[in-house]
């Protein structure tokens, strides 16, 4: 044991160092938790975190519909909505669309006219749209419903894949009224989850 | 000696990669929807065996109408339309009427035209031919006609020639409708 008196201390100054050497740094280098010359520490620390209900999605920037050979039938295409999901035991969620802008320019389709219709197909995480649904310019209509409890990727209780990913078949009908020419309108997704 | 990248390069770099391996994950997204309408045109003969009949006077011609649905759309700037028809095969068997040679001079097959907007009907009566397209109707540009169609009619004259031999004689006639 190394008291203060073992040691020659020939000036106030060397007596401040000892201090620092032997009772300040083993304590500092205690607290820290770091390695220190001849000392050695534990030290245990509780680390938590809250897990909130999450969800995003991702669209392709654009999908072209085409027309069949049949005359006046139908302008058809897909849309694949890539999403990952996390819903807590007692919430859930929702993905829904809307015609943030109708076809222009004028003289063709009008989504606001009920032109633009899609069914939904392929969801692997939730459950997709039944039947055919009628695109809105002004209502969010529904694409796909999460459950309680859900979440992407891992296997598990989770989803196998990441990310999941639901398929819109949609469908534009070949009017005879429609002027010749190119439109387009802008269709907007939003996810949700609790 | 090669000089090593600079820290901004590398770090732009695999900004960039970043961003082109994964999609870009939102509350909300956003798709485009496009497409291209084309002038075309459909028509359906609603009519599908017209008989030609001749009542009353002895030897008065013989008559009968085909009534036809259309669609169409024309092209919005300079674009056209027509229906035209053609007897695809003449009557038979052979000892009646023939549209392509008729037992005598003067003998035809006619017909009158009728339709509604957009589109505009032949003009008189027109004699159907077994070797060129006669016309029926045409459109001009911009035409549209509605989601389910308009309609039209042909109505048809047969001489009625004492060379026929009796018996029921059929021929076939062809509508074509183009859009452009």
Sequence with gaps: MITFTDLECPDYQCKDRRLMRYVLLPIVCALLVRECPGQTGTATQTLSAQIYAAAKLSVPASVTLTVGATKFSTFQGTVTVSYRARTTSTGGGSITAQVSSDFTPAGGPSAAAGALTYTCSGANLGTGCSGTQTASTTLQTPVLTLPASACTGGGGSCSSQDPNSVTLNLSVPDNSTYSTGSYSANLKFVISGT | ?180
């Design chain 2, 1 to 180: 000696m090669k000089r090593p990248l600079p820290l901004i390069t590398l770090a732009v770099v695999m900004l960039v990669l970043a961003g082109t391996a994964h999609a870009q994950f939102n509350t909300t997204g956003t798709t485009t929807l496009s497409l291209t309408v084309a002038a075309e045109a459909s028509l359906r003969i609603d009519t599908a065996t017209t008989t030609l009949g001749n009542i009353g006077t002895i030897f008065a011609d013989y008559t009968g109408t085909t009534n036809y649905t259309y669609k169409i759309r024309t092209g919005k700037a300079s674009g056209s339309g027509a229906i035209t028809l053609k007897v695809t095969s003449d009557f038979g068997p052979a000892g009646g009427p023939s549209v392509g040679t008729p037992p005598s001079t003067g003998d035809a097959l006619t017909y009158t035209c009728s339709i509604t907007s957009p589109g505009t009907a032949c003009t008189g009566s027109l004699t159907a031919s077994t070797g060129s397209s006669t016309s029926v109707s045409t459109f001009g540009a911009d035409a549209k006609s509605a989601v389910g169609g308009n309609t039209g009619s042909v109505g048809w004259n047969l001489t009625n020639d004492p060379q026929y031999s009796t018996g029921a004689y059929t021929a076939v006639v062809t509508f074509t409708i183009s859009a452009t």
